[in-house]
């Protein structure tokens, strides 16, 4: 006999919940994560407004900014064959530093022939001025031998009616007064012609002179130019020139690349140019450097193009096909040259930009243009003085006694 056992519900075991109070938590839940969501919208929001009224309307920032600089072409001035070269890619050279020689060889052959041409040109000068005293005492003698043949006809000419001197006598005296007057006067013209070439200057500045020393001038500057020499102080850069290159004047050797004399042009959007002013501190941050340096400038132009404005294809934005885009304009910002120096920067750099708009004071464009070379180099200012002092020497070595 099998016994069937029925299992016994326990008395206190939980009745189930009614089906509207289990709908109440998901209710909640969902007002609540949307009350979350909410608050951390408000506060976004608000912080975001804040920081926005504190910090984010008074600052234009921009990470497409680069690093610029002045590339210096070195070129020569007259062609020659390279026979020397004294540095390379990366050396840094000082103004007036050797950096290539030609050869010199036709050079030299034109100067010493420039040094003649002067000393002789002095020289012929100073035989004038001897030739023209030499005249003025022809002049005096030929006046006396003058006097004589009319004495000499006057008193023939009273005694041809008593006979005493024939008439061919007193004929041959007055062909030699006629004689005497055009000798006077042939030593006259002579001397006039000699003092023309001489009137008004002294034997340095007389025209013969000078065009002699213009040629010698123009030969030294040929021969000094057969030294290239660095412009400015700097880094080389793009060397290309090679030993035994005959080179024509004006070709491309090698660039210097004044590294501390660096900018940076920043693209800003166009609708970030409102409250840009000329003066307005800027912090940078290099991507060489990142946040551990920091550089500081000042904005020191404001482009007057956008980018495209002045590409090699300009758009053109009448055409059929014209998609708006907002435009860049390059804004111009100087270093602080103490941060240069003790970080360098390299050209086309990558640069984030930071510009403080608290002051507004500045202007949009220079009220005034620029009192001073913004670049200027005296590197070749020696050579004409050495001409010049050169000159003066060989003239004064052949002018001998007089100077006058």
């Given at each position: 006999m099998t016994t069937e056992t029925t299992p016994n519900t326990s008395a206190g075991a939980a009745a189930p919940l009614p089906a509207s109070h289990s709908a109440i938590k998901p209710a909640n839940r969902r007002k609540h994560a949307l009350l979350l969501l909410l608050a951390f919208l408000l506060l976004t929001g608000g912080g975001w407004l804040a920081h926005h009224l504190m910090v984010g309307r008074w600052h234009e920032t921009t990470d497409d900014a680069y690093v610029q600089g002045n590339i210096v072409t070195v070129t020569p001035q007259a062609g020659g064959t390279v026979i020397a070269i004294h540095v390379e890619d990366g050396m840094r050279v000082e103004a007036g530093q050797v950096l290539v020689n030609f050869d010199a060889s036709d050079a030299d052959v034109a100067y010493a022939q420039a040094v003649a041409n002067l000393a002789g040109a002095v020289r012929q000068v100073r035989g004038i001025y001897r030739a023209i005293d030499a005249g003025q005492a022809d002049i005096a003698a030929r006046e006396v031998a003058l006097q004589q043949a009319q004495a000499d006809v006057t008193r023939r000419a009273g005694l041809v009616a008593s006979g005493a001197v024939s008439a061919e006598e007193l004929a041959h005296a007055k062909a030699q007064l006629a004689a005497a007057q055009a000798?006077?006067?042939?030593?006259?013209?002579?001397?006039?012609?000699?003092?023309?070439?001489?009137?008004?200057?002294?034997?340095?500045?007389?025209?013969?002179?000078?065009?002699?020393?213009?040629?010698?001038?123009?030969?030294?500057?040929?021969?000094?130019?057969?030294?290239?020499?660095?412009?400015?102080?700097g880094y080389v850069a793009k060397r290309n020139v090679?030993?035994?290159?005959?080179?024509?004047?004006?070709?491309?050797?090698?660039?210097?690349?004044?590294?501390?004399?660096?900018?940076?042009?920043?693209?800003f959007k166009e609708t970030q140019l409102r409250k840009l002013r000329?003066?307005?501190?800027?912090?940078?941050?290099?991507?060489?450097?990142?946040?551990?340096?920091?550089?500081?400038?000042?904005?020191?132009?404001?482009?007057?193009?956008?980018?495209?404005a002045f590409s090699l294809l300009p758009a053109q934005n009448a055409s059929g096909n014209w998609i708006k885009i907002v435009q860049r304009v390059p804004v111009r910002i100087a270093l602080?040259?103490?941060?240069?120096?003790?970080?360098?920067?390299?050209?086309?750099?990558?640069?984030?930009?930071?510009?403080?708009?608290?002051?507004?004071?500045?202007?949009?464009?220079?009220?005034?243009?620029?009192?001073?070379?913004?670049?200027?180099?005296?590197?070749?200012a020696k050579q004409l003085a050495d001409a010049d002092a050169l000159i003066e020497r060989i003239i004064r070595e052949n002018i001998g006694t007089r100077a006058n």
């Open positions: 000798a006077l006067s042939g030593a006259r013209e002579q001397t006039s012609r000699n003092r023309v070439l001489v009137d008004n200057s002294d034997i340095q500045n007389n025209p013969q002179v000078l065009a002699a020393a213009a040629q010698l001038r123009a030969a030294l500057l040929g021969k000094q130019r057969t030294t290239l020499v660095a412009p400015t102080s090679q030993l035994g290159q005959r080179v024509a004047a004006g070709t491309p050797l090698l660039a210097i690349i004044p590294l501390d004399e660096v900018w940076v042009d920043a693209n000329l003066g307005q501190p800027v912090v940078l941050h290099s991507e060489l450097y990142g946040k551990d340096v920091t550089f500081h400038g000042t904005l020191e132009s404001l482009g007057l193009g956008t980018g495209s602080d040259k103490r941060e240069l120096q003790a970080h360098p920067l390299r050209l086309g750099l990558s640069m984030h930009a930071d510009v403080d708009l608290h002051t507004q004071d500045g202007g949009l464009l220079p009220v005034a243009a620029a009192a001073v070379p913004r670049q200027r180099t005296d590197a070749y």
